[in-house]
C-alpha cells in the first residue's frame, strides 16, 4: 500500500503511490530536462538517503504536467482539486450565493468577459434567477451581494488525514 498522494498539476488527488516511486519521479526528468513532478508536502522528520540523492521524505508529490483523469469521485471533487461544476455546488451545499435559495447553475462573480477564471475563488453556486439577473456583471453593479466569499477547499488537511488514514490501515 502506497503512502505518498499524487496529485495532479492543479492539485486534484489521483491516488495513493508508494514513497520509491515517488522519490523516482520526483528525480526523473522528461526530455526538455524538466522534472516530471514536484514535492508538495514533506515529512519534516524524515530524509531520503543514499549514495546519489537526498531528499524530503515525501508526504504528497505533484505532476508537473496536468493529465486527463476520467474517473475522480465526488469526495475528491469536494475536497480540493480542480473548480469543477460539481465540486462548487457541492461546496456551497447547493445553496444560492446571493439569494440562499437552491442553486442549479455556477456562477462566474468576475464574469469571463472581463477575465474572470475558472478558480473556486470565483466561482459560486447561483440560482437561474439570480444568475440571469447578474447576467455579465459584477455583484454591486447588480446591486447583489455575495453571502459568502468562495474559497478554495483545503487541500493541505485533505492530503494529511488520507495519508494518515492509509497508513493506519496498512499497519493495522
Ligand atoms: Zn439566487
Redesign the pocket.
Known amino acids: 500500500v502506497g503512502s505518498v498522494l499524487l496529485l495532479n498539476s492543479c492539485e486534484t488527488p489521483l491516488g495513493l503511490i508508494d514513497w520509491q516511486r515517488a522519490v523516482s519521479m520526483l528525480v526523473t526528468v522528461d526530455a526538455k530536462g524538466v522534472p516530471i513532478a514536484h514535492l508538495h508536502q514533506a515529512d519534516p522528520d524524515r530524509t531520503v538517503r543514499s549514495p546519489s540523492i537526498e531528499v524530503p521524505f515525501p508526504l504528497a508529490i505533484k505532476l508537473a504536467r496536468w493529465i486527463y483523469v476520467k474517473h475522480i469521485d465526488g469526495r475528491d471533487r469536494f475536497e480540493g482539486g480542480c473548480a469543477t461544476r460539481q465540486g462548487v455546488l457541492a461546496r456551497d451545499r447547493h445553496r ?6 437552491p ?1 442549479e447553475t455556477i456562477d462566474h462573480v468576475l464574469p469571463t468577459s472581463r477575465g474572470g477564471l475558472n478558480t473556486w475563488e470565483n466561482l459560486a453556486a ?6 440571469n439577473r447578474k447576467a455579465d456583471r459584477l455583484p454591486e453593479e447588480a446591486g447583489m451581494r455575495l453571502r459568502w466569499h468562495p474559497y478554495r477547499p483545503d487541500l493541505t488537511g485533505y492530503t494529511q488525514r488520507k495519508v494518515r488514514r492509509e497508513q493506519q490501515l496498512a499497519s493495522a
Not at 96 to 101: A, H, K, L
Open positions: 444560492c450565493v446571493y439569494c440562499g435559495m442553486a447561483c440560482c437561474r434567477s439570480c444568475n
